[in-house]
């Protein structure tokens, strides 16, 4: 079976990264749109959205709309803010004691390390979090951006002190990104730990538009406009894909998709990439995000529209080919 799909809560809040979702009633509104599309799982964090000035912006939102009371099922992740130590055992406590108080629930599903704390000794996050899992506060530990010899780590010190083993792991993974194939997956499997991918396109460059605007300036920079890839919103994206084997590898998939027919974009390729021809199955998710309606909708209908014909298939795998061996090292 293919991967589950989750909703990213990202694109909830008040921060300047957002301004779609920033009020309970346009919130509930979402929700129900989620509903009526067959998506009920919702991926948060405390420190949601991106570049806000507040935390558990997000989750305010969500709890004020009632997402829990809807049925809505709610992953968090611990608060993630500086440098300082956040995931010593009183900062987890402190976060996901938040989380519950603002989402006006008793538990969530996941709760998750939203990335390592090279402060804290990974034997001390461990029991932080088994405390919290031991009363009640949440159903399954998880764990975001760590390397695969940090979980080699996790996995050992749960073991050896009986503490709870993460069974979802999220990370950063496409059809650009997939160095984590390698060691960290396999890692994974091994101790029966689900992968949860967000970024499934990129932070938004396998859509095609970042490319279209480089190529473009004149007639395209404003496809760019309210995502990540505008002017100072997240830098992180460009830093990480903007550069020319990548825009070189979109351009190999674009002209193979536009011959189909009919035509694919190389949005919709990369979609059904990662949900029927990726190391994910069964048991596995991706998280989408949004920032409108029409584009939730249109990345749910891409997303489900079942494997790729054999040469838009090769052209995906060929993305790889070209860029694979400059970010391989990722997660390890």
């Not at 991967?3 to 301004?19: D, E, M, R, S």
């Not at 919709?268 to 998280?287: C, T």
Request: charge should be negative.
């Amino acid at each position: 079976m293919p991967p589950n799909i989750l909703f990213g809560a990202g694109g909830i809040g008040t921060g300047k990264f957002t301004y779609t979702w920033d009020t309970a009633e346009k919130v509930s509104s979402l929700l129900a749109t989620l509903g009526s599309l067959g998506v009920t799982e919702l991926d948060s964090a405390a420190s949601y959205p991106p570049a806000s000035e507040d935390t558990f912006n997000a989750e305010t939102l969500l709890g004020l709309a009632g997402a829990a009371e809807k049925g809505f099922v709610i992953d968090s992740k611990v608060l993630h803010k500086g440098p300082t130590p956040f995931l010593s055992p009183d900062k987890i406590a402190a976060s996901v004691d938040r989380t519950l108080e603002v989402l006006g629930t008793p538990k969530i599903r996941t709760l998750y390390a939203h990335a390592h704390d090279e402060l804290v000794g990974i034997e001390d996050q461990a029991r932080g979090f088994d405390e919290q899992w031991r009363i009640g506060k949440f159903e399954r530990l998880g764990i975001c951006n760590y390397s695969a010899k940090n979980m080699e780590e996790y996995f050992a010190v749960c073991e050896e002190k009986g503490y709870v083993k993460p069974a979802v792991y999220q990370g950063c993974y496409n059809a650009i990104t997939r160095g984590l194939e390698d060691k960290l997956i396999p890692l994974l499997r091994k101790h029966n730990c689900a992968f949860y991918a967000y970024s499934p396109l990129a932070g938004g460059f396998l859509t095609g538009k970042v490319t279209l605007a480089k190529d473009s300036p004149a007639t395209s920079s404003h496809l760019l406009d309210r995502t990540r890839w505008a002017e100072g919103a997240h830098p992180g994206s460009a830093a990480f894909y903007d550069h020319p084997e990548m825009h070189s590898a979109v351009r190999s998939l674009r002209k193979v998709c536009e011959a189909q027919s009919p035509a694919l974009t190389v949005q919709e390729a990369s979609l059904r990439w990662i949900m029927y021809h990726s190391v994910l199955g069964d048991g596995d998710a991706i998280i989408v995000g949004a920032t409108r309606v029409d584009q939730l909708e249109r990345n749910l209908e891409d997303a489900r529209r079942g494997p790729l014909m054999d040469e838009v298939l090769a052209a995906v795998e060929g993305m790889w080919e070209i860029w694979g061996g400059v970010n391989a090292k990722w997660y390890e």
